[in-house]
Structures are given as C-alpha cells and as structure tokens.
C-alpha cells in the first residue's frame, strides 16, 4: 500500500534560515511519482515539483532544492535563504502507477512559519 | 487559461442537511477529482471521476456521492451532513492520459453547525 509521511507537523523559522522538509514514502511498486505541494492561506494547492522513480538526481529551482533518495524512500525539500512569502503548508505526495486507479496520496503536511 | 474553479468558496450547512459542491475542470481536462481537506487529518482522496464515470473513491461512506458533466464539470454531494465533515473539498482535474500531474482549485470550505 502506498504511504507519505510528513514527521514535520510545523516548522518555525527566522527569515533567511535554511530548511529542510522531510518526505518518507511508502510503496510496492518500482514506477512511481513522487510531489511536492505548497498550500497558502487561500487554500489552493501549488504544483512545485514531480520526480519519477528512475530519476534520482537532485534537482535545484532558486532558492528550492530536492533531493531524492531512492535507498531511503526519502524526497526531502529545502528552502534556502527562507523568506516571509514561503510561509504555508507543504504537501508530499505519492501516484503510484501500478496501483491501479489511485490518484495521489499526500502526506499530512507540514505548516511552515517564515517569521521576520 | 482558467484554472479549476469551484464554487461556492464558503459553505454554511446545518447537521443533518445537504451539501452540493461544484467543480469546473480545466478546458480539456476529462478527469476530477475530490479530496478532503479536515483539520489535522491531510487531503484524504475521496472521489474520481472520468469520462462522466466514477473511476475510484476513497474510504467514506455512501453519503459523499457525485457525478460528472457531459462537459466534464462535476458535483460532489454529501448528504445527511454530521459536524466532522467540516472541511476543505478540494477539487482538481487532469487530463486522462497524465492522471498523475492534476491541478487544483482553491477549494470549497464547508461549515456545518
């Protein structure tokens, strides 16, 4: 069965900190797709990023950087130089294509506190 | 390019009432989906539809039903309404072939007193 843990429940941290989102999943399947969601106070969920299984390169966009590691079943998130704007809730997330017809599975979040 | 709208953004039902919620998908979009959205409990997958059929849904009882448009917009209805389903329903859509890259809207907040 497919399974996405946020251990994270919040995150509080001073402006131009680093952090690190972790993301631990769980799946059967060898070809999988793993997200990252940002929630903001109005409630819309906004794509970040998609990984496949076969792709375990770690990937950089400005201040975000993912880095996927299979031997794990880990796909940790991390904001460089945070600012206020980043202030949200985050969602993991796992679509598992041989499971059938199973859309994406979200972990239960993890509310970020950009403080200034 | 409009998104996934849904309507209404607010909610205010009573217990033991009726609650219809709706989607528009993206233009071009046959899938919809529905999550719920409780306090402390995540988006649990509720319900999906394609094509104008129910494909798959989550672990909720039959009073959360729906349906999907000929133009591929969709209702959810929940039905005899309790306090714990207070929530946000968000909704999203996507085409058939990439399932699994769906966008979604800002969602539905229901109240129910």
């Known amino acids: 069965a497919q399974k996405v843990t946020q251990a994270q429940t919040e995150i509080s941290v001073v402006e131009k900190e680093d952090v690190t989102l972790d993301c631990v999943y769980e799946t059967r399947d060898t070809t999988y797709y793993l997200f990252w969601y940002k929630q903001p106070p109005s409630g819309e969920l906004v794509f970040l990023i998609r990984r496949n299984s076969f792709d375990e390169q770690n990937e950089i966009s400005g201040r975000y950087s993912w880095n996927f590691q299979k031997s794990t079943s880990s796909f940790n998130f991390t904001i460089t130089a945070s600012q206020v704007v980043d202030s949200a809730v985050y969602f993991c997330a796992l679509s598992d294509r041989n499971s059938g017809n199973t859309p994406l599975v979200f972990g239960k979040g993890t509310r970020l506190s950009v403080i200034a | 390019e409009a998104g996934v709208t849904q309507s209404p953004t607010h909610l205010i039902k009573t217990r033991g009432q009726q609650a219809t919620l709706r989607c528009s998908p993206i233009s071009g979009h046959t899938s919809v989906y529905w999550y719920q959205q409780a306090l402390g409990l995540g988006l649990q997958f509720l319900l999906w539809?394609?094509?104008?059929?129910?494909?798959n849904r989550g672990n909720f009882p039959p009073r959360f039903s729906g349906r999907q448009f000929p133009n591929y917009s969709s209702e959810l209805n929940v039905n005899a309404l309790e306090l714990e389903d207070s929530a946000l329903y968000l909704c999203a859509s996507s085409l058939a072939v990439d399932r699994i890259l769906p966008t979604f809207g800002s969602g539905t907040r229901l109240t129910v007193v």
């Open positions: 539809y394609d094509e104008g059929e129910e494909r």
